[in-house]
């Protein structure tokens, strides 16, 4: 005789799956709150970097979240490509149809990912686990990444004529 009946869920797949729904439903509230989510990020980055000057460790954590938000932030200025050529659908003035501006990368998601990048490291700063470097090292190298990495993403908004920001933008009233 052969069995009909489903395996039933383990106690972790039961446990993991209600951690999802609650995360879920909380993100689903926080998501009106854009300047109380961005302020949370704001707080948990001013107490790791005063974590960071105060105890002068977790260099290495700083530096790699960093990063990570630069390319998280560059994601986030870069219109969406679905174009076949490769070039960004970007909103053409001459054209019949009208296509806003999109996003690669949301304004959401760039603040989850930016906020989990930033607590992860505020999270590891109270572990003793830390790799010694030499700071300077990484600050510079970080700041010239973060020129050469701008400057490439303004030329590219300027080469397309695009500006992913409401402000300069027209406005018209009712």
């Known amino acids: 005789m052969e069995s009909t009946e489903e395996p039933k869920e383990s106690i972790f797949t039961q446990t993991q799956s209600k951690i999802e729904q609650k995360y879920q439903i909380f993100m689903d509230k926080?998501?009106?709150?854009?300047?109380?989510?961005?302020?949370?990020?704001?707080?948990?980055?001013?107490?790791?970097?005063?974590?960071?000057?105060?105890?002068h460790k977790y260099y290495i954590y700083a530096y790699t979240s960093g990063i990570y938000i630069l390319f998280q932030f560059i994601a986030f200025l870069t219109p969406i490509n679905v174009d076949t050529t490769g070039e960004p659908l970007l909103p053409d003035v001459s054209g019949v149809e009208y296509r806003p501006f999109m996003r690669r990368l949301s304004e959401k998601k760039f603040w989850v990912r930016s906020f989990g990048a930033i607590f992860g490291s505020l999270l590891m700063s109270f572990t003793k686990i830390d790799i010694p470097v030499f700071w300077p090292i990484l600050l510079v190298y970080f700041i010239v990444l973060f020129v050469v990495t701008m400057h490439s993403q303004i030329r590219h908004m300027i080469q397309h004529h695009y500006i992913p920001f409401d402000v300069g933008k027209k406005t018209y009233n009712n």
């Open 30 to 55: 926080i998501t009106p709150f854009t300047k109380t989510r961005w302020l949370l990020f704001i707080i948990c980055l001013v107490w790791f970097m005063f974590r960071m000057t105060h105890y």
